[in-house]
């Protein structure tokens, strides 16, 4: 899926049908994942996420956002040079009610 | 913990307290252990996990048991020689309100 805007465009995700419990369990299943996950929730909207403070290298946080992205988790938009993420909040809620709602109340 | 009978005992796992969420998230990812964890929510009491169709060996079978016993998604109690696996729900909706409705409700 491509949106209009030729300067905007989202990276390849699976559309909600495709989305698949155990690969979006076994995304949120690690420690600096659910940091990302619990600041792109906390977020109105997209975050570039260069801006999530995390104990990883760089080369670590994108893979931890293409996991993420292709199990359905997060939508990455590439904005000229900047990659904001989001919570498909909207899309996790639908196909498994309570879930991120149970993961994001977790003290640990 | 221990039980006092002397001919049922529980195997080792995590008290309430000691269950990560992460832990619990990457237990939960895996097609096989999401079959144990549906029959044993379908089920009324603790069930011999023998009893669960499962298209893998004994030892892998073992294994899935293990994984999801040690993050603190099932307890295993033994009685003579039989193993009774039960889903720790009461454990989860208290740590994770929603998140075992939400897999649980997955229909992929």
Redesign the interface.
Known sequence: MVVSTTESELLPQPER?E?????????????VR?LIVRALAAARSGIACGEIMLPVSPSTRTHHLRVLREAGVISVQCAGTRKLSTLRRADLDA?????????L????
């Not at 196909?95 to 993961?103: F, K, R």
């Open positions: 049908a989305i698949r419990v155990e690969n979006v369990l076994q995304a949120l299943g690690d420690p659910l196909l498994y009610p309570g879930l991120l709602a149970g993961v109340a977790a003290e640990h």
